[in-house]
């Protein structure tokens, strides 16, 4: 398929067309604070840092900051950049002009990035501004060759295998003729997907050719709902694209996780799979019951790379490339290796680690020379005993660890000065900010942006402290307790009990604008945050344990944790106790609503599932509830996971309710549906129970509206406030 790109016609002025002057300019805040207490309108001042790219030579880097303003209900995103090692640092982006995101070095002095939907550069100091694109403000991504002759464009295509279109006589129709599953994603319905095209570039604009490289194929490419220009990479010699794609639609790609790593030949247009061998077939299955069950392909798992395979990247020299790797089929949460590639043999080998694999880039020593067996050669990230810290790998497969600190890092680049990593990095008491580390020999970090610090230094945070905590099960759980901002020695306080979702997500040190540990400090609460079964960071068994058995282990860690925390911390209050928790969290909460035998005095679930046996048939990903379900609910006789995971459906035990309630929900959360936090609202009301529903008709499995968001804690804290104070 043929997509016209032209060549932009001129050079456009040096600063983009200010907007309307009486209009609020969404920027840097200058908030000042009435107390050292953190407060939703705090929270939201804040700047969140994204898209970060060391320049070529390694002498600066371009950034990306995102601002948000209750009043204008939006958000904006803006350019920096700075030296190095931190010092100019400089907003590029003109104050009263849009949005620019997606920044990335071009040379050493020119920027690329998108603005309106085009792909612009501009000069490093934000002079010569000029448009490349000319798309009709369809670009959603981009990624330039080496060579900077040609670039990857993603756009998004009409797509209608699942939905049908309707009759161009009735184009006021608004209803959906769904012929397949896989018709809704996350948020949406799914009646267009993105495309990769390339398109070359001459001097500095982007030619009229474009080549959809799925050309004719109705697969998305990246991946819905969270995949990005990410799942694609260029080799060295810019002749060949190595992307990610799941090449299955309807019910085939609502049970399965099956993507794959291709190649696309540039000159010669061939598409190669390095996944599986030509000819490869699927084999049948039955669509109802878990792919573990069935055995699939079990002992073909490593030879085929049947799971999720994604985010390639190809080695400095080309000979290699690496990528992201689970083994199983229809496991989401499947242990995330580190797949190594030969591009020569098509010989595959995993780096052995013992947790998950979030993120990771190739040593600077695999630059320009021949590896020893003892160097490095990869850096990457991974989470373990709940903080996500950073580690290299020889080329003999050693892995050693280079952070040891109680933090969180979220993304990792060579600094392209063949000796430092670039770095993010944040905390339960700190977002996130840019470092610079220097692995050797002995790891050094330096922190280079101090983004939200004008607001930091108003704030009193509370102190966090780390307790090991005994299971029912013989074993022990991490647990994070986080003291109010105000604490005293001597005084009790209300306290929270955190329930994860995932529900294998990690509760390591992240810090979130909605489930924040240190607005629940600032409000007077004991937050108590256990790593219970089923989070990686301890090991695959401890992780798997949760699956099929959703209402057993997990839920005893919870109850372990709140009672350590009654029985044994001077400072909780055990006759103001509540649990929060969103996703798996908010189906917990329902849980523990019916179980936990007057322990608690108030509980608050957003998102969460109440009824599984519903749940099995709204939620879109079917692959999700096979694995953790086991099957689904009218099979007969049924399997022992799945009788107890039905049996043990929340919605089954409201006749044990007796607890005052919030449920939060919204309405266009398609992976939970909202008519499940409705279920457990009305269930409450019609028991009698005091109950809220804080239901969001714009808003899908998080909350992402800044006006939203500010509804969100204070109806949070009232909740909580009213029942533990």
């Known amino acids: 398929m043929k997509r016209l790109l032209t060549i932009a016609a001129m050079a456009l002025g040096l600063m983009p067309a ?58 904006r995103q803006v350019i920096y950049v700075m030296d190095a090692d931190g010092a100019n640092s400089r907003q590029l982006t003109a104050k009263g002009s849009k949005s620019e995101t997606d920044p990335t070095w071009l040379d050493n002095e020119t920027i690329a990035f998108i603005s309106d939907g085009e792909i612009w550069s501009m000069k490093a100091n934000g002079s010569d501004r000029r448009q490349l694109s000319k798309t009709d403000g369809k670009v959603e991504g981009f990624k330039f060759s080496p060579d900077r002759t040609k670039v990857i464009i993603l756009q998004s295509i ?12 009735l184009p006021k129709a608004t209803g959906r003729r769904v012929t397949d599953l896989m018709y809704r994603h996350w948020d949406h319905y799914v009646e267009s997907i993105q495309h990769p095209f390339v398109c070359s570039v001459s001097g500095c604009d982007i030619a009229a050719d474009a080549t959809d490289i799925l050309e004719g194929e109705p697969y998305e490419c990246p991946m819905e709902p969270f995949g990005g220009i990410e799942q694609l ?76 395979d994604q985010n390639p990247q190809f080695s400095p020299d080309g000979k290699y490339i690496a990528w992201l790797s689970m083994e199983r089929d229809g496991y989401e949460a499947d242990l995330n290796r580190l797949c190594i590639c030969d591009l020569a043999t098509g010989t595959k080998r995993y780096l052995n680690w013992q947790s998950d694999i979030d993120a990771f880039c190739w040593a600077p020593t695999a630059v320009g020379k021949k590896l020893k067996a003892a160097d490095p050669q990869f850096y990457f990230l991974s989470v373990w005993h709940g903080c996500c810290n950073m580690y290299a790998a020889s080329n003999k497969g050693d892995v050693t660890q280079l952070t040891e600190t109680w933090d969180d890092w979220t993304s990792l680049q060579l600094a392209n000065d063949g000796r430092h990593i670039l770095g993010t990095r944040q905390s339960l008491s700190a977002p996130t900010d ?56 001597g005084k009790k306080y209300p306290t929270l009990l955190f329930c994860e979702g995932g529900p294998q997500s990690p509760v390591s040190q992240f810090w979130s604008y909605r489930w924040n540990f240190q607005m629940m400090a600032a409000n007077g609460y004991v937050v108590i945050a256990p790593n219970r079964h089923g989070l990686p960071g301890f090991g695959q068994e401890w992780k798997e344990q949760i699956s099929g058995d959703w209402t057993g282990q997990c839920m005893n860690d919870y109850l372990s944790a709140i009672d350590f925390a009654a029985d044994s911390l001077p400072f909780v209050d055990k006759d103001r106790l509540g649990a929060v928790g969103a996703s798996f969290g908010g189906f917990s909460v329902y849980y523990l609503a019916g179980i936990h035998e007057k322990r608690f005095k108030a509980f608050i679930a957003h998102d969460g599932a109440f009824n599984l046996a519903a749940m099995y048939l709204e939620t879109e990903e079917n692959w999700f509830s096979n694995w953790e379900y086991d099957e689904a609910y009218w099979h007969r006789p049924q399997m022992p996971r799945a009788k107890k995971t039905y049996h043990d459906s929340p919605h089954k035990m409201v006749e044990k309710w007796d607890t005052p309630i919030l449920c939060i929900h919204g309405e266009k959360d398609y992976r939970i549906n909202y008519t499940q936090g409705m279920a457990a609202f009305n269930a409450a009301r019609m028991k009698g129970i005091p109950a809220e529903f804080l239901v969001f008709p714009d808003e899908n499995h998080w909350v992402l509206k800044p ?18 104070k």
């Not at 840019?434 to 102190?463: S, W």
């Not at 006006?707 to 533990?724: A, V």
Request: with cysteine; hydrophobic share 35%.
């Open 434 to 489: 840019i470092y610079r580390v220097l692995p050797q020999p002995k790891a050094t970090i330096e922190q280079l942006t101090f983004e939200n610090k004008h607001i930091l230094d108003q704030l009193t945070f509370g102190k966090m402290q780390q307790y090991w905590v005994p299971t029912t099960d013989g074993k022990e759980e991490l647990v994070w307790v986080m003291l109010p901002a105000n604490y005293e020695e």
């Open 233 to 308: 990479a260029w080799s060295p010699d810019s002749k060949t694209i190595a992307y990610t794609c799941r090449k299955k639609t309807g019910l085939e790609y609502s049970i399965s996780t099956d993507s794959d790593i291709y190649l696309y030949n540039i000159g010669t247009r061939k598409t190669t799979n390095l996944c599986k061998p030509e000819g490869y077939v699927s084999p049948k299955v039955d669509p109802t019951i878990t792919l573990a069950t069935q055995a699939v392909n079990a002992k073909d798992n490593l030879k085929n790379n049947v799971g999720y």
């Open 158 to 169: 009409p797509f209608h295998e699942v939905i049908q279109k309707n009759p161009d006589d």
């Open 18 to 75: 200010a907007i309307n002057a009486q209009e609020d300019v969404i920027g840097k805040s200058s908030i000042q604070l009435k107390s050292r207490m953190m407060t939703p309108e705090a929270l939201w001042a804040m700047g969140r840092i994204g898209t970060v790219e060391a320049s070529p030579d390694g002498k600066r880097v371009v950034y990306q900051v995102g601002y948000y303003s209750v009043k204008a209900n939006k958000s």
């Open 707 to 724: 006006q939203n968001g500010i509804l969100w804690q204070r109806t949070f804290f009232d909740w909580l406030d009213r029942w533990l």
